[in-house]
């Protein structure tokens, strides 16, 4: 049994098919993904721990919460910057990571070029941002370097996966939940998504 969750939403259907389409401008595609991370938000975050407080409403005194676990993005470098404005958007606590990743195109394999990690990883429940889960390279390489650091809590935010990363990735990672927009259809011979919407990077930085 596959650690997915596909989030069927019919607003995320309708951006998705906007972002999926090459003559989308990239301005137009930064949107949509930006209002797709908002819109898979209450999915992904169901499971947040909260903890109670006392609140004083205009009229009344009340029950308010505030966020008790500690959250951290962490970003994979380039196209996990267009993830990241709409998932922040919902959980502005939330701290911030990076790892720079660039995909190797002679060997599909991920090659890290800078990383920026806070030091108690295992006091905090993190999700990686990477709108693509191809190969399962770049997961599975941040995974590994995570948990060598020390994090326990792994999740992993996409937004349109192939299957063979998926189960690349759950095969090493069981324990890492994955969230994704659409389950697409396969990797062609160059290791791109089909049918997927090409380069995220490029689409969202409009190169």
């Not at 470098?77 to 502005?92: I, S, V």
């Amino acid at each position: 049994m596959l650690n997915l969750e596909i989030i069927n939403n019919p607003l995320i259907k309708l951006k998705l098919s906007i972002i999926r389409d090459k003559d989308t401008s990239s301005t137009i595609f930064y949107q949509n993904l930006t209002d797709i991370a908002m819109l898979m938000s209450p999915y992904v975050f169901k499971d947040l721990n909260l903890i109670e407080k006392e609140i004083k409403t205009p009229v009344s005194e009340a029950i308010g919460y505030d966020l008790q676990d500690k959250v951290l993005f962490i970003v994979i470098l380039r196209a996990g910057l267009g993830f990241l404005e709409g998932f922040r958007k919902m959980l502005p606590e939330a701290k911030i990571g990076f790892l720079g990743m660039a995909r190797n195109e002679e060997t599909l394999e991920p090659e890290e070029y800078y990383t920026k990690l806070p030091k108690d990883l295992a006091n905090y429940k993190i999700y990686i941002l990477d709108p693509m889960l191809a190969t399962g390279g770049s997961a599975i390489d941040a995974c590994n370097k995570l948990i060598l650091s020390g994090a326990k809590d792994i999740n992993f935010i996409g937004l349109v996966g192939a299957p063979e990363g998926v189960k690349k990735l759950n095969s090493r990672f069981p324990n890492v939940k994955i969230f994704l927009a659409s389950l697409d259809e396969k990797l062609n011979n160059k290791g791109y998504i089909v049918p997927g919407l090409g380069d995220c990077g490029d689409r969202v930085f409009g190169l």
